[in-house]
């Protein structure tokens, strides 16, 4: 079983940057697929990145292509969420999934970290 723990939410203004990490616990965390979600007051949870095991492939929603990066770090089974250029609109609950799949569908991730708070404000 793996565990998941975000950090590094916050509240920054819009235009302004941050970065979360989402680290794991256990030895086969390089075996999953790794995926950042956010929900927002209100609306459904949506997908925003996910990175392969190898960290070789990325997808990203197309809300936050070419503003944010993920990538990941085995040797330190942590993964990070670079967010550049944030906008209030990226206001959300964020949180890291992992899944033997690669998807994009919450639905296929079996484990999931407790969320970090990200408020943009305008």
């Known amino acids: 079983q793996v565990q998941l723990v975000e950090s590094g939410g916050g509240l920054v203004q819009a235009g302004g940057s941050l970065r979360l990490s989402c680290a794991a616990s256990?030895?086969?965390?390089?075996?999953?697929?790794v995926g950042w979600f956010r929900q927002a007051p209100g609306k459904e949870r949506e997908f925003v990145a996910a990175?392969?095991?190898?960290?070789?492939?990325?997808l990203y929603a197309d809300s936050v292509k070419g503003r944010f990066t993920i990538s990941r770090d085995n040797a330190k089974n942590t993964v990070y969420l670079q967010m550049n250029s944030l906008k209030p609109e990226d206001t959300a609950v964020y949180y890291c999934?992992?899944?033997?799949?690669?998807?994009?569908?919450?639905?296929?991730?079996?484990?999931w970290g407790q969320g970090t708070q990200v408020t943009v404000s305008s």
């Open positions: 999934a992992i899944t033997i799949s690669w998807t994009i569908d919450d639905f296929n991730y079996n484990y």
């Open positions: 990175v392969s095991r190898s960290g070789g492939s990325t």
């Open positions: 256990g030895r086969t965390f390089s075996r999953y697929t």
